[in-house]
């Protein structure tokens, strides 16, 4: 699972270096399914059909793409051009040796509205405030509380119909993991357990991401803006670790 954390971690390096107002969400996918085949692995999230729902079509891409609004599982799409003053959440997963890695960030297109960037960074502090959580001895919502603490302190809104999740030779393993709960709850933690771990956090006051019928792609319910940074991590005694790191930090 290192190889593959790495390895997804790598992927968004290097969409982050590369993205620039004027691509398509699809010139984003086709970089990153060559990257992840030319080091020998296979994209997760590429023909992906969810065990709850056996019918739906399944995934098309290598990653999911969600700008502003969208919050998660935006498919890419050669007529979908990222521009000047978005927020483009890209989420990856990666297959090798028989274990996945996942991970999402989300970034700013030049200059944005200035509550949009504190819902970027709040996004993203969320998440680690989360992984502080996740050690031996500590409960699965001790996680889960301090990403839904963290987020409403600034009032914003937690998306809880989509959570995060187990992670290892499947893409989606037990437990789910919320953002948002009640601490000392939950499942025990304890050293080895991999956890995905996602906040979906939006402005205004829609607690849910809806989507169409026969639609991957997931909104908001009030059309606004939505943040998404993810890691896979692992419990350990005193301190998580994070095997999807960012190599340019
Ligand atoms: N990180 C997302 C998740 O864990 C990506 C899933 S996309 C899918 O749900 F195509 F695999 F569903
Ligand atoms: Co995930």
Redesign the pocket.
């Given at each position: 699972m290192r190889v593959s954390g790495a390895l997804v971690a790598k992927a968004l390096d290097l969409l982050e270096q590369e993205i620039k107002p004027g691509m398509t969400t699809k010139e984003l996918d086709t970089m990153a399914e060559e990257f992840i085949r030319d080091n020998h692995a296979v994209p997760?999230?590429l023909n992906?059909v969810?065990k709850s729902d056996p019918g739906v079509t399944p995934?098309p891409a290598t990653l999911?793409i969600s700008i502003n609004q969208e919050v998660?599982?935006g498919v890419p799409s050669i007529k979908r051009v990222v521009k000047e003053g978005d927020i483009v959440s890209v989420?990856c997963?990666v297959y090798k040796g028989g274990y996945h890695g996942?991970a999402?960030r989300t970034f700013v297109l030049g200059v944005i509205d200035e509550k949009v960037q504190q819902l970027v960074d709040v996004t993203k502090e969320s998440l680690e405030r989360g992984i502080a959580m996740a050690v031996e001895g500590n409960r699965l919502h001790d996680i889960s509380s301090a990403i839904e603490d963290y987020a409403r302190s600034f009032r914003f809104s937690v998306i809880e119909n989509m959570v995060g999740?187990g992670i290892g030779s499947e893409?989606?393993e037990d437990p789910a993991v919320p953002n948002y709960g009640r601490k000392h709850t939950g499942v025990k933690l304890v050293e080895g357990m991999t956890l995905?771990i996602?906040p979906m956090i939006a402005l205004g006051r829609s607690r849910r991401a809806v989507s169409r019928r026969n639609e991957w792609v997931a909104v908001t319910e009030d059309g606004k803006p939505s943040a998404h940074f993810?890691h896979t991590i692992v419990v350990r005694q005193g301190k998580a670790e994070v095997l999807t790191r960012t190599f340019l930090e």
């Open positions: 997760s999230f992906y969810p995934y999911c998660v599982h989420d997963g996942d999402a999740h893409l989606h995905a996602e993810e």
